[in-house]
């Protein structure tokens, strides 16, 4: 295949393994990149008053540092990367449940890395830090408005990552494999999904509130309307404390799987393992407030989170200890991954002590926003999961690339990981008990040990840049000295080690035996003379290759670079780069063309049976996941919005409230749109495709119809809006007021949006529908978009009770 | 070679944490668990002894668990067959569910007690309102009615509490963290919102203040020091600074110096007795008493005063005073030594431990 062919061939795939590469590349890129950023920071800290980095350009490459390793190297690499080259092999399956979504996400992601990356191209990377802390992140110039496009488009990625997942675990296993018989990496990777799935509104609704505080001036945190800045840090927690879950929770399960293999043991106390690590998935929404110690909360509230901080250490250890009973009275054999594993474990411990510790309240007080917070949070991330994102690289190079590496350089890298973060980071545990605050590019000399300490820790940092040459010599070394890898190198005991290394597009051309005694079916059939069945390949179909999915998330990072430029109209630095709306105009045009013309391809050229684990089809189940997504989004903001109203900071105007017979008038089109959907969907399965089609106009221009009466409803709110703001200095009902319409229009125009999201994806069915590409048995995209409008429909009789009646 | 490592860890860890212990050499120590300074840090101490105890307890254990792992259990080719296939242990895993449960119930409870005991408010505290600017700190006395900005001057030995917000309660700033290394902890500064900590500080000194929420191009250049000195000595300090009007000079340079800074520096400033300023700017009325300059950046002297007054964005990226490139350098030493000019007559808090 030549270079270009091969290029063409990776950008119209949808093949798990190639989508699992874009994600484990583009991830691992990220790290090595925002390593040496981290170089650069600590060059920069080496000495007292250094002028390498100083000032904005310090907080520019810290802000990339730290943005770049949470949501472009520790969050997908196992996550998505793994997951998605890994997951559908241990479950003996040929794909994963939505292939194009699935291909569509990951162009995403990478296209997000992309936008985040553009902004240096326009005056400069965001300097909020990771955390984007409003009202900060309103006063900054435009690194933030891409860095927020970038958030939210990221965050859809991982929405449509997560419900593929979940849809395939649940619908796609080999048959016989029960739930209590995947392997640990597959629970893990479950588990993350459905975390992600909770979660990721927070970051969303944070993201998406900045955002439009900058392009619009609409915030329910600005203290002028007495909104409040706090409620972003609760948005943003609420998220970004999960999160620390979805960055350890899969490379646990790297551990689990490797500790098995090169103990040439079961994992101890499997089930233990499972209950573990749903128990940190759901204990871990219960803490984010620890972050937030210092903001002056009340004391109760406080120590709630105290509580499930201390109590979330629990499964926690119960991991680990797991993770020690599998390799004990094992036949420990060094490789590589094991290695990283057992660096893994004594770092992590050090994190989870240090963790505990900063629940202790009145020492958190102490050390917030110290380096004592920065050696916690890198013992966990770094040389917690980071190292095991190291021990999943070596452990499935094999299978990955074919290729065997070598031992020696993996090694050396090992040693001076581990060394070099040791010195890098314990002397950063003394800097926080010496008083040193994080984030700041310079200090002063003469403060007992600053200088000592700062400068061992660099010394750390260029030993770990040396560490990372011998991973580069690694990987170098393993294409140049081309060892072909055998199908299981090390023994391994789940399926993805049954099949070629690297496996054959279509992963499998056997049929497994159906009984699985446990979660190591290689070892229990070998144990019991089992023997897969060979298939003939050719009777194999995937599904077709399709460049739309590319195109689409083309569209969206142009959509994304033309919104980032649009003018600021809020309270940000003027933004409005000249040709803002071109790449806008463009952008969309090309979302939607491409977003019809992937609909209009059917996903097999073949026609195929699927069979599925629950009976209902992959897009039904991705779909249902998906909206607990948007279940939450709205949640969450509406939690805002209630707070807001109940602690009397936002009070609707007396005689300014938007009408409710308009909205009345509108729930009727809208609940409506819901049945004339429901009946086309009916007729559909029954084949009577006039009808059908005649139902589904229907529905779309009902939701048109309503839509347009919400834009009107707009144009007269917004004026008594910017009354209300005017006033807001002089007036404390103004001030109320304002602060109501703003989340009224946030909320209520984002179930706008959701309309027309919704209303595409009828359209979407409706094109397919005219173009006969759909039918009883086919049903594209209907059932998705079905199901999605009816929550459009359900949200809206909330919005209706908590913003037209109450 | 994994064993001969661990030895090493363990060594180097054991190294920093005797390093931490204040020594007397290397410049002034940051010790936020400085026992003398007040109850809030023996407080935290009396925490982490339990925490530092059990960690010490899990460290241990399971290090030597690894350790002993490493050790026995590693593959030396001269084995027969796999290992035991065991699947898990039911009573261990219970053993290690309930234990680490008891011990984080135990020290939430600890936590939860302090907590009780660090949030009842002390009758009687003296109230300072503390603001947070972009990129320096304001300080209103207000049951005095006492307006110093970069430098905090307190009793020893009398409760105080801090009203601490971002901006001034109508122009609002972004969120800042305050915190005096070495004597209570931080707490944020929210524009729109009032957060509040107190702490009675215990013994005479300078204190390292600091911010500790990222908020821009200085975030580490926004320091202020603390003086903690006798009751007698603050009494001197609060009353000079409540009667405090600027006088009107006599000296040439002094007449010339406040001739330009009528032109100059009136419109932002605050001098009591001469301009108003605005309060978003730092107030200047005891700049003579101050021992740094630039938000607790540099020493007060001419040195650094001269080059801030004339550039201090060159000083200090981010900050919102303009540089003043027209004014020649007789200009500048004029401005500064009217601004030395002002203090409260009779205290010298340079006479503290300078750092």
Known sequence: ?806 | MLQRSLGLIVLLLLGLVLAAEPGQAGGHTLNILDRDASAFNREVRGLLVWVMGFAALVFVVVTGALVYVTVKFRRTGKETGEPEQLHGNDRLEVAWTVIPTVIVLIIFGLTAQSMFKLDRPTPGAMVVEVRGWQFWWDFHYKDYGVRNSNELILPVGKPVRFEITGGDGTNYDVIHSFRIASMVGARDAIPGVVTHIEVTPEKIGTYYGQCVELCGASHANMRFRVKVVPQEEFDRWIEGARAFQAAQPTDPTLVRGQELYKQQCAGCHALKGVSQGAPSNPDLTFFGNRTTVGAGMWPNVPEYLEPWIKNSPGMKPGVKMPAFPNLSDEDVKAIAAYLMSHKVEGLDFSKLEKF
Request: net charge neutral; hydrophobic share 55%.
């Open chain 1, 1 to 806: 295949m030549g270079f270009w062919a091969a290029v063409w061939d990776l950008l119209t795939t949808s093949d798990h393994k190639k989508v699992g590469m874009i994600y484990l590349v583009t991830s691992f890129v990220a790290f090595g990149l925002s390593g040496l950023m981290a170089v650069a920071i600590r060059w920069q800290l080496a000495g007292p008053e250094r002028q390498f980095l100083v000032g904005d350009a310090y907080n520019q490459v810290l802000t990339l540092h730290g943005a770049t390793m949470l949501f472009f190297f520790i969050i997908p690499a196992g996550l998505s990367g793994f997951g998605n080259f890994i997951l559908p092999l241990m479950l003996g399956e040929r794909d994963v449940a939505l292939p194009r979504i699935n291909a569509f996400a990951a162009w995403l992601f990478v296209f997000s890395a992309a936008l985040l990356y553009t902004s240096l191209f326009f005056g400069g990377a965001p300097d909020v830090g990771w955390t984007f802390y409003y009202p900060f992140s309103r006063t900054t110039g435009l690194g933030t408005d891409f860095f927020m496009m970038g958030v939210l488009l990221v965050g859809l990625s991982s929405l449509l990552g997560a419900a593929n997942f979940a849809a395939t675990v649940y619908n796609l296993r080999a048959k016989g494999m029960g739930l209590w018989k995947m392997p640990i990496f597959v629970w893990a990777i479950f588990a993350t999904s459905m975390l992600s799935l909770f979660a990721l509104a927070g970051i969303t609704a944070a993201s998406l509130t900045v955002l439009l505080s900058r392009k619009l001036g609409l915030s329910l945190f600005d203290p002028v309307i007495g909104g409040d800045p706090v409620l972003f840090q609760q948005f943003f927690w609420f998220y970004s404390h999960p999160a620390v879950y979805i960055m350890l929770l899969p490379y646990l399960g790297i551990a689990a799987e490797v500790s098995s293999t090169f103990a040439r043991k079961p994992v101890f106390g499997y089930r233990f393992m499972v209950f573990a690590l749903v128990g940190i998935a759901v204990v871990g929404f219960l803490v984010w407030a620890h972050h937030m110690f210092t903001v002056g909360e009340s004391l109760l509230f406080q120590l709630v989170f105290v509580f499930f901080t201390v109590l979330v250490a629990v499964p926690t250890g119960v991991k680990i200890f797991n993770l020690l009973g599998t390799l004990w009275g094992g036949q420990l054999d060094f490789k590589t991954p094991l290695l990283f594993v057992m660096g893994f474990m004594f770092n992590f411990l050090l994190g989870g002590i240090t963790g505990v510790m900063l629940a202790v309240v009145p020492f958190d007080y102490q050390v917030q926003d110290s380096y004592f917070v920065v050696a916690h949070f890198h013992n966990v991330l770094m040389a917690g999961s980071g190292f095991l994102a190291f021990a999943g690289l070596y452990y499935w190079w094999p299978k990955i690339t074919g290729r065997m590496y070598p031992e020696f350089w993996g090694k050396v890298h090992f040693w001076l990981f581990l060394v070099g973060y040791l010195i890098t980071f314990m002397p950063q545990y003394v800097l926080g008990f010496l008083g040193m605050p994080r984030r700041y590019y310079t200090y002063p000399d003469g403060l007992y040990l600053w200088n000592e300490l700062n400068f061992a820790s660099t010394v750390g940092a260029v030993i770990l840049a040396l560490g990372g040459i011998a991973w580069l010599i690694a990987m170098v070394q393993s294409f140049r000295q081309n060892v072909k890898a055998p199908d299981n190198p090390w023994g391994g005991y789940t399926l993805e080690w049954a099949t070629s290394s690297p496996p054959p597009s279509y992963n499998f051309a056997v049929q497994f035996p159906t009984v699985f005694k446990s979660e190591r079916p290689l070892y229990d059939w070998e144990k019991e003379g089992l023997k897969p069945t060979p298939v003939d390949p050719a009777t194999i179909h995937l599904p077709a290759p399709t460049v739309w999915p590319f195109m689409t998330a083309v569209g969206l990072l142009i959509t994304g670079i033309g919104i980032s430029l649009a003018p600021n109209l809020g309270n940000a630095p003027v933004g409005g780069v000249a040709g803002w709306g071109g790449w806008l105009a463009v952008g969309l045009v090309l979302f939607i063309y491409s977003l019809f013309q992937w609909a209009l391809r059917k996903e097999y050229d073949h026609p195929v049976v699927h069979h599925t684990v629950t009976g209902k089809s992959n897009a039904w189940v991705g779909m249902a996941w998906f909206i607990v997504s948007e279940i939450a989004l709205f949640g969450i903001l509406i939690a805002g919005y209630l707070y807001l109203r109940l602690t009397g900071a936002a009070v609707p105007p007396e005689d300014h409230r938007p009408a409710l017979w308009l909205a009345l008038l509108n729930t009727f089109f809208l609940v409506a749109s819901s049945f004339t959907v429901h009946y086309a969907h009916h007729d559909l399965r029954t084949n009577k495709f006039s009808p059908f089609k005649l139902g589904m106009l229907i529905s779309i221009l009902l939701g048109v119809v309503f839509f347009l009466f919400q834009i009107w409803e707009f144009a007269i709110a917004s004026g008594h809006y910017v009354e209300a703001l005017n006033a807001a200095g002089q007036s404390e009902a103004a001030q109320k007021a304002a602060l109501w319409f703003t989340a009224f229009f946030l909320i209520v125009g984002l179930h706008g949006a959701h309309v027309l999201i919704g209303g595409t994806g009828l359209a979407l069915a409706y094109a397919q529908g005219l173009a006969g590409k759909i039918d009883s048995h086919e049903q594209g995209t209907l059932e998705g978009s079905s199901m999605y409008w009816h929550l459009v429909d359900a949200v809206w009789l909330f919005i209706v009770t908590i913003f037209y009646i109450w």
